[in-house]
């Protein structure tokens, strides 16, 4: 791992002044991600490799889909406690250039993380999908529009699901490999029932909380994480905010500190 002057610099290279206008909207936020869209659906048997009339072409690469993981429940948030490595997850939407430093930053340290990706935002930014996948990255759901996907019914829930799903197979030729529940840390037994339905055998959540939606400063995003990170723990972080870019280069010393590899939630529960 680079020394954390070394890689300050780069991120102010890499970053500019776009971070500034970033996106401002946390998961616990009341108001949606940008205007409604009409939901699409997938067939509830899970991906194909087909494309809609009008759609970005998939890749040649498919990306890997979602794994049925033997033993562990229905939602997991956090994996096995004998291993010293983590999962640092991020709700993907926000500003496209701070979410490309998230990434150029992770991969400046030798991280690889998972991104659970709006699908409006997959729409205005279908490059970025490919984007993640290239750097190592795990890329799946995180529902449509990112709305309060618990206190939907059943109908309007699924299709909040199946809607992102069918975003990310149009550019990717994958479902994602994980789904996770929008404007909420659990997945009620519906939305549970719901994912499984859309081919998505586990609902991912967290058991660290870095709280850098609410803009606290870089220092206090890795003081958060740092307090309560331990083996196996599964971090909830966002794109978006300048504060995790800036969080970031400190975060990643003071894992490699306590010898804690950050890896894909893939890597951590195989």
Do not use: K
Not at 4 to 19: E, K, N, Q, Y
Not at 36 to 45: C, G, L
Not at 108 to 117: D, N, W
Not at 240 to 259: I, Q, S
């Amino acid at each position: 791992m680079n020394p954390p002057i070394d890689r300050r610099d780069a991120l102010r290279a890499a970053v500019g002044t776009a971070v500034t206008g970033a996106f401002a909207t946390g998961c616990t936020d009341s108001a949606p991600a940008g205007p409604a869209r009409a939901p699409s659906s997938v067939p509830p048997s899970g991906p194909s490799s087909g494309t809609a009339s009008g759609a970005a072409r998939p890749a040649a690469r498919t990306a890997p889909s979602p794994r049925r993981f033997a033993g562990r429940p229905a939602e997991i948030a956090h994996g096995p406690r004998d291993r010293a490595r983590v999962a640092l997850t991020f709700h993907g939407q926000g500003d496209p250039a701070t979410a490309r430093a998230v990434l150029a930053e992770a991969e400046r340290g030798g991280a690889r993380i998972t991104v659970l990706a709006v699908g409006g935002w997959l729409d205005e930014n279908p490059a970025i999908a490919r984007r993640i996948l290239d750097g190592g990255h795990d890329l799946g759901n995180h529902t449509l529009r990112h709305v309060d996907i618990n206190a939907m019914d059943a109908a309007s829930a699924y299709a909040e699901i199946t809607g992102c799903a069918q975003r990310l197979r149009r550019l990717t030729g994958s479902i994602g490999s994980w789904f996770r529940p929008s404007r909420a840390a659990h997945a009620t037994p519906l939305v549970q029932r719901l994912a499984r339905r859309a081919g998505y055998p586990h609902v991912l959540s967290y058991d660290v909380d870095s709280l850098d939606f609410t803009s606290p400063g870089a220092p206090a995003v890795t003081r958060t994480v740092t307090e309560q990170i331990r083996n196996g723990s599964v971090v909830s972080l966002h794109f978006g905010y300048a504060d995790t870019v800036a969080a970031l280069p400190a975060l990643l010393d003071a894992l490699e500190r306590r010898g804690l590899r950050a890896v894909t939630t893939t890597e951590l529960l195989t």
